[in-house]
């Protein structure tokens, strides 16, 4: 199985950038669909953008849709991160499905990664 590991994390003021990275154990990304999630604490994991297996469409949330980029290579998957807000504070986690759908709905996804912090705060 996949296994995967975030980084690129850190404390940024809003209005700041961040390029989150999840680099992965094999070259062979596109066999599956990538997903990036958070999670706050005391909130429920929340679902951030994907890019599907086949077709390499991305699909975004709304509260990130015009801020946050998905792209990804053979071994990693990235999210380019511009105009971060206080909200967007939470553990990103990298995960990855075998569906060759985007999905918003974390049961979708088998393998995912330990984290990576990000604080937005003035």
């Known amino acids: 199985q996949v296994h995967l590991v975030e980084s690129g994390g850190g404390l940024v003021r809003p209005g700041d950038s961040l390029r989150l990275s999840c680099a992965a154990s094999?070259?062979?990304?596109?066999?599956?669909?990538m997903a990036w999630f958070r999670q706050a604490p005391g909130n429920e994991r929340e679902f951030v953008a994907s890019i599907a297996r086949t077709t390499d469409s991305p699909y975004y949330a709304n509260s990130v849709r015009g801020r946050f980029t998905i792209s990804r290579g053979d071994a990693n998957m990235d999210l380019q991160m511009n105009s971060l807000k206080p909200e967007d504070t939470a553990v990103y986690y990298c995960?990855?499905?075998?569906?060759?759908?985007?999905?918003?709905?974390?049961?979708?996804?088998?393998?995912w990664g330990q984290g990576t912090q990000v604080t937005v705060s003035s």
């Open positions: 094999e070259r062979t990304l596109s066999q599956y669909t």
């Open positions: 995960a990855a499905s075998m569906k060759p759908f985007n999905s918003q709905y974390p049961d979708v996804y088998s393998y």
